[in-house]
């Protein structure tokens, strides 16, 4: 038993995907470190517009001014909001998200943390944490310093718009389990500690924090971010709007 | 870092996979102990003849007699020799795959390894090993029993039929590197230790043989079973038929 080696599993699987001739062949393996793996289709990631779900376009009529795509992926969103005309940085930890996204016509895709960029001192008014990527605040103490980060960044009115999904929505007691253990440990409860594996590879481990609405106010509470407004998508998934 | 309860992987996936609309959405997800992790979907274990590749309808055609399905998954074998009238019987290690089988129609489904099932005293005419199934062998040395123990559940002419995988017909880095590792632990190059994992569990670890025919020839030269033929799917996998 050797384990698989530590890379950048998630671009390597988007690289692959892109190969296909269908994506919706390329499967994402994301474990949990309680065991838990869950394997589903990547083809998300390669969508074009038409075939998102609705709130992901209604996501984008919030953008506006120049926009920082964090967490990139396969570049989905910035390059629906540069057809629209948008001066948009896509952003990822991923090498091969990068690259991807590059060859998918993206113009300005950049490899790195928002910390990373933020010494580059650009600013920018819309701040993109689509996909699920709210779960980059990764933890209560890591939450504080990810928003101070963009507020670094953030033009005046500037704006976050974010896909959330609530964990604790779930009965599985899988996620239960996880959870209790998670609140035991004075974690929030949905912290999810985290890889993704591709073929030999496995990313670093990583916290993605499940949050509801009501945690998310009381996260930003603090902070110079405002939740301006919730929309439900379905008892799980949230989009969220933060106003600086 | 607790790691997946072990657990029966394989059942609760087919289960799952059952009690979906659409069992392609179903992902089998399959791990080898160097860390290489393999998703695709379990819609094979569900297909219907008529969505079968060629080389799977052709092997029924050997089958004759009793028969005894190794391994036999969600029962998509056994069904479809039970429509053409044979008596069949389908064995699986996993309660899951029992069950699933029952459901689905398998009127003769039985919980157990060939070695449990062989005190029952049972004689067949044939024997599938179909759905790779032939790595069932697991190793050179576990070949040997695995075929005496079918010798000895054997009818006079009776008949194995198996479909085969030649690993070594790959250049893939990752299964030059693995097979190099095997023959310098003095096993056959194709010998796979594996688990399968589904939600929080995984499978025991297990091996499982790809063998090429040639390989497979040898194995067999010192048992009861004569390799009468072998017809090639495509340079990886083919199907062979042994006689008692």
Redesign the interface.
């Known amino acids: 038993?050797?384990?698989?080696?530590v890379g950048d599993a998630f671009g390597e699987m988007l690289r692959t995907g892109l190969a296909l001739a269908s994506p919706s062949a390329m499967?994402e393996?994301v474990e949990r470190?309680?065991?838990?793996?869950?394997?589903?289709t990547a083809e998300r990631y390669f969508a074009e517009p038409a075939a998102w779900l609705p709130f992901e376009r209604k996501a984008l009529d919030f953008a506006a001014g120049r926009v920082l795509d964090i967490g990139c992926g396969a570049g989905r969103y910035a390059l629906a909001l540069q057809a629209r005309g948008l001066p948009v940085t896509a952003l990822d930890v991923s090498p091969g998200a990068v690259d991807v996204s590059r060859e998918r016509g993206v113009t300005h895709a950049v490899l790195g943390t928002v910390s990373d960029h933020g010494a580059a001192g650009e600013r920018y008014d819309t701040f993109l944490l689509m996909g699920e990527n709210l779960g980059l605040l990764e933890s209560a103490g890591q939450a504080h310093r990810f928003l101070a980060e963009l507020t670094a960044m953030a033009s005046p009115g500037a704006r976050i718009i974010a896909h959330g999904a609530d964990a604790q929505q779930s009965d599985d007691p899988?996620h239960v389990r996880y959870q209790r253990r998670n609140r035991e440990l004075g974690r929030m409860p949905g912290q999810m500690t985290i890889r993704v594996?591709?073929?030999?590879l496995?990313s670093p481990w990583f916290d993605y924090l499940l949050c509801s609405p009501g945690e998310l106010a009381a996260l930003v509470a603090a902070t110079a971010w405002e939740l301006t407004d919730v929309f439900d998508v379905d008892p799980v998934n949230y989009l969220a709007v933060l106003t600086h």
Do not use: N
Request: glycine share 10%.
């Open positions: 038993m050797t384990g698989p080696r499967v393996i470190d309680d065991g838990l793996i869950r394997a589903a899988a594996r591709h073929r030999d496995a």
